[in-house]
């Protein structure tokens, strides 16, 4: 049986496992017997890392350090294949035409300390918290003992495993559409042709390019992308779902694709990790490296994701708007619905920031409308001594004071939300009516001016960090990972580690608390 991921088909034995995982401690010992220091990948895995030292009161145990790092081994591609280490081709490389008759390269091998050693490791978590009642306490167990979580760092190793000349790579866009999507693309274009790879191509629309007849791909190169990061969207184009791993997977073998970049989220990324599967399970040296794309900034372990930032500050021009048309009518509410199926990220980072929210509404803290507690009751407090409201709401929040809900789902198996703002919008006026106040009420949705506008400056850097070190993994035969940012550093993450569930704000963090702080409303239960 097989069961769809994001509209990939996954067999349901194996749905987020990859074979790596059950595999580590076999391959470990052939692999540290079978490869030389300084010529193959190293002999050490991540247990070896983990500091020794003597246990102290209040840390945890060095055996359960070691298991809990081995988790976040990433997998390579010589822990199935006999493939030979080579040299790094990578160097820096001017995209401008060298004077006529001038004979030095455009290359510059002159790199200083540009690679990462292999054995280099990132820190996950660096606060080790007293009591698990400690704001945004994060425990593992009930003495909240302090665990080393060691993840491998990102960047250019010395030796890599894909001689350019033959690789075949091919970057694919999957689900909706975010700020920093043509970043990311320009930043592996330019990254492969900095490593010498010159057969690039882009699969159109999604995973849906890879077995549509009346899709092509694009060819990509360095003068094609110079310039695409001017503009949002994305120049491959997006789709959801639609796609069996067979299909995909075959019409990788037909192209020849041995390197694949996936951008997407939380679906796709299962799909990429099944891709990744069915590749080694037929024996195919491909390498497939996801690229974290969601602007809801809800995978784990990351610091946050592309296109996040650029969300929050787009979302300032829309609550600004909210809060004008508040202020300037009488007994004003106005209500901003944001991104956010399943986490409040946007909403809360939003609020906090624009300083003129007065409720914040998360799909993970609960809420009830009517009664001395509710929220209509608090905006008719509001009006009375403010003369105005603004609400900001995730558009995920208050999805069961919907009685029209149903169990639906969009192409990425994502459930069908009811409209939380205009549900809001409704009650609001429903209830002034009722007591006999009026209320001008304005509702604004920014969802898709957010989605596909251009990527700021701050995201930017990140989509180019990502994508250069999408290509670094890539070439160092890192395969069924995804990169970013954890912990302020980048770092390779095995997929499975990434989507076991959504990342969700926590309602005893900080943040939240902050939040709170900023708005100060109440609870609404």
């Known amino acids: 049986m097989a069961t769809s991921v994001a509209g990939v088909m996954v067999p349901s034995s194996g749905q987020l496992t990859s074979p790596f995982l059950q595999a580590r401690k076999c391959f470990a010992p052939l692999q540290a017997a079978r490869v030389p220091v300084g010529a193959r990948r190293s002999n050490l895995i991540v247990c070896n890392a983990v500091s020794t030292e003597t246990p102290r009161d209040g840390f945890g145990r060095v055996s359960d350090v070691d298991d809990y790092a081995e988790n976040f081994r990433p997998p390579h591609i010589t822990d199935l294949f006999d493939v030979p280490a080579r040299p790094s081709t990578f160097c820096a490389k001017t995209s401008l035409p060298l004077p006529e008759g001038r004979q030095t390269t455009r290359f510059s091998n002159n790199l200083g300390k540009m690679f990462v050693h292999e054995d280099d490791r990132v820190l996950l978590k660096t606060i080790k918290y007293a009591s698990p009642a400690s704001a945004g306490a994060e425990c593992v167990d009930r003495n909240c003992n302090f665990q080393n979580q060691w993840v491998s760092r990102a960047g250019p190793r010395s030796h890599i495993y894909f001689d350019p000349a033959e690789v075949k790579a091919a970057i694919v866009t999957c689900g909706g559409l975010c700020p920093g999507l043509n ?21 159109s629309n999604g995973y849906r390019g890879f077995f549509d007849q009346y899709l092509h791909d694009i060819p990509l190169s360095r003068k094609i992308v110079q310039n695409i990061h001017l503009e949002g969207g994305s120049l491959l184009g997006v789709s959801r779902g639609g796609a069996r791993t067979t299909d995909i997977v075959d019409s990788i073998e037909k192209k020849g694709i041995n390197m694949l970049f996936v951008l997407g989220g939380n679906g796709t990324h299962a799909g990429a990790l099944a891709i990744h599967n069915e590749c080694h399970k037929r024996g195919k040296k491909v390498v497939v490296v996801g690229v974290p794309k969601t602007i809801d900034n809800d995978i784990l372990l990351m610091d946050r994701t592309f296109g ?32 956010g199926r399943q986490s409040g990220f946007i909403a809360m980072h939003a609020s906090l920031a624009s300083g003129q929210v007065d409720v914040c509404l998360i799909p993970e803290v609960n809420f009830t409308l009517d ?115 954890a912990n302020n550093h980048y770092v390779l993450l095995p997929i499975p580690e990434v989507i076991a569930y959504a990342r969700n704000v926590d309602p005893n963090s900080r943040m939240w608390h902050r939040c709170l702080t900023s708005t100060g409303q109440p609870d609404f239960i």
């Open 183 to 203: 970043d990311v693309i320009r930043q592996i274009v330019l990254t492969l042709d900095c490593y010498g790879v010159e057969d690039i191509r882009g699969i």
């Open 371 to 485: 009664g001395p507690e509710g929220m209509l009751q608090h905006i008719q407090y509001l009006l009375e001594t403010k003369g105005r409201a603004v609400i900001c709401v995730a558009e995920g929040a208050g999805q069961s004071l919907m009685s029209s809900l149903s169990n639906a789902t969009d192409a990425s198996g994502n459930p069908v939300l009811g409209d939380i703002g205009v549900h809001l919008t409704k009650e609001v006026k429903n209830h002034f009516k009722n007591i006999g106040v009026p209320a001008d009420v304005k509702y604004i949705d920014p969802t898709y001016m957010i989605r596909a506008c251009r990527a700021n400056a701050s995201d930017r850097i990140l989509c180019a960090v990502l994508g250069q070190n999408a290509v670094h993994a890539g070439f160092a035969g890192f395969t069924g990972i995804t990169v970013g940012l």
């Open 308 to 339: 996040f930032d650029t969300a929050v500050e787009e979302a300032q021009k829309a609550i600004n708007a909210a809060y004008i048309e508040a202020t300037s009518a009488y007994n004003g509410v106005g209500i901003v619905k944001l991104m």
